[in-house]
């Protein structure tokens, strides 16, 4: 469903997904390693939603908002990593949400100046499949904050920024290091930056 009201003040948009996903891909064990193939069955099923409202000239507010049931529908199989029917398929978040909001204002000539910044939220996820004998890794939930200043006219633009001005240390990735031990990849830190961009 998309739709606006109010004169296109106000954006609006739906969706539901169910997806059945058969020969998914996992990670096999043997004595000397392990490698990628296919496997048993899972379903993906949740739904997004979205909106922005433009309350006055130059100003937006903006959102979206899903959420995520993924999970094994048949265990895997022997001789591979560990995982039973019901199990979430990994790095899935049941919950993440972003929100934000921008704001311009006509400086001189064909200049404008803008602010804005952006929330977003991942959930709480499962790691990937432990190999027999490990326990699975658990990624705790994080949120991080931008924000952005700058000017611009119809080519150029100017912009400084901070990304994850909370310096958040939110883990993106797992990957099972085998004796108890898993490798962690972290969200960038905090970042200040500057961008200038020309349109040609």
Same mark, same amino acid.
Do not use: C, M
């Given at each position: 469903?998309?739709?606006?009201?109010?004169?296109?003040? *106000?954006?609006?948009?739906?969706?539901?997904?169910?997806?059945?996903?058969? =020969?998914?891909?996992?990670? +096999?064990?043997?004595?000397?390693?392990?490698?990628?193939? =296919?496997?048993?069955?899972?379903?993906?099923?949740?739904?997004?939603?979205?909106?922005?409202?433009?309350?006055?000239?130059? @100003?937006? @507010?903006?959102?979206?908002?899903?959420?995520?049931?993924?999970? *094994?529908?048949?265990?895997?199989?022997?001789?591979?990593?560990?995982?039973?029917?019901?199990? +979430? *398929?990994? *790095?899935?978040? +049941?919950?993440?949400?972003?929100?934000?909001?921008?704001?311009?204002?006509?400086?001189?000539?064909?200049?404008?100046?803008?602010?804005?910044?952006?929330?977003?939220?991942?959930?709480?996820?499962?790691?990937?499949?432990?190999?027999?004998?490990?326990?699975?890794?658990?990624?705790?939930?994080?949120?991080?904050?931008?924000?952005?200043?700058?000017?611009?006219?119809?080519?150029?633009?100017?912009?400084?920024? @901070?990304?994850?001005?909370?310096?958040?240390?939110?883990?993106?990735?797992?990957? =099972?290091?085998? @004796?108890?031990?898993?490798?962690?990849?972290?969200?960038?830190?905090?970042?200040?930056?500057?961008?200038?961009?020309?349109?040609?």
């Amino acid at each position: 469903f998309k739709g606006d009201l109010f004169n296109r003040r *106000l954006s609006l948009e739906l969706s539901g997904f169910w997806i059945d996903w058969r =020969n998914i891909q996992i990670q +096999r064990v043997v004595p000397l390693g392990s490698y990628v193939a =296919n496997g048993p069955s899972a379903v993906s099923r949740g739904f997004e939603a979205s909106g922005s409202w433009r309350p006055a000239r130059g @100003v937006e @507010v903006y959102g979206n908002v899903a959420y995520t049931d993924a999970h *094994l529908t048949q265990d895997l199989p022997a001789g591979s990593a560990l995982g039973q029917s019901g199990d +979430r *398929l990994a *790095l899935t978040p +049941r919950w993440a949400a972003a929100a934000g909001a921008s704001y311009t204002v006509p400086l001189f000539g064909d200049w404008n100046g803008n602010l804005g910044f952006d929330w977003r939220y991942v959930g709480r996820r499962a790691g990937a499949f432990p190999n027999p004998g490990q326990v699975r890794f658990r990624l705790p939930s994080y949120d991080t904050v931008d924000l952005r200043a700058g000017i611009s006219d119809d080519r150029w633009s100017f912009t400084v920024y @901070v990304k994850n001005i909370g310096d958040a240390r939110g883990l993106s990735t797992d990957v =099972n290091l085998g @004796v108890g031990l898993t490798s962690v990849s972290v969200i960038q830190p905090r970042t200040f930056g500057v961008s200038a961009a020309a349109k040609f």
